[in-house]
Every structure is written in structure tokens, then in C-alpha cells.
């Protein structure tokens, strides 16, 4: 799993304070100008207009995708419990 992020989001911060993503697996991708293989990992699962929009995003293993902090953490802390 993938958790896309950018620096300064503060939903994006509250999803990385409350889970443990090392823990988890998942890996973090911050999204700036001068990260261009995160945006074309982005661009790659054709999410690049959700981003506009909204952050974070989790991109499951089948590549379907979570957007919203609450959804992400609840989604997230469901898998750690089991």
C-alpha cells in the first residue's frame, strides 16, 4: 500500500500520527515539484485530479484507492487489528 501525502497537509499529518505506517507496510510518497517519481506513481494509478483536490490518498493493493484522513485511519487500524 501506498500513502500519498504532501508537506504542510494537515490531514495528511493526522493519518501519520495516528497509524503506524512502518508497521503496516505501507509506504509514504510526498508529492512536490521536485519529487518527480511520486508524481508519476500518481499519474501511473490516473489519481493526479483527485490529488488536486484531495490528500492523502491510500492506494490499496489491488490499486483501488481511499481518499479522506478519517476513512484512511479507520481503514487502516481495521487492518492492524486483524
Not at 512502518?22 to 509506504?27: P, V
Amino acid at each position: 500500500m501506498t500513502l500519498f501525502t504532501k508537506i504542510g497537509c494537515e490531514k495528511c499529518d493526522y493519518v501519520k500520527k495516528t497509524v503506524d505506517l512502518k508497521k503496516l507496510g505501507i509506504s509514504e510518497e510526498v508529492l512536490s515539484p521536485d519529487n518527480p517519481d511520486s508524481l508519476a506513481h500518481l499519474a501511473w494509478h490516473e489519481l493526479v485530479s483527485v490529488a488536486e483536490t484531495q490528500l492523502p490518498i491510500l492506494v490499496l493493493d489491488d490499486s483501488s484507492s481511499i481518499t479522506g484522513a478519517i476513512r484512511i485511519k479507520n481503514y487502516l487500524l481495521g487492518v492492524s487489528n486483524q
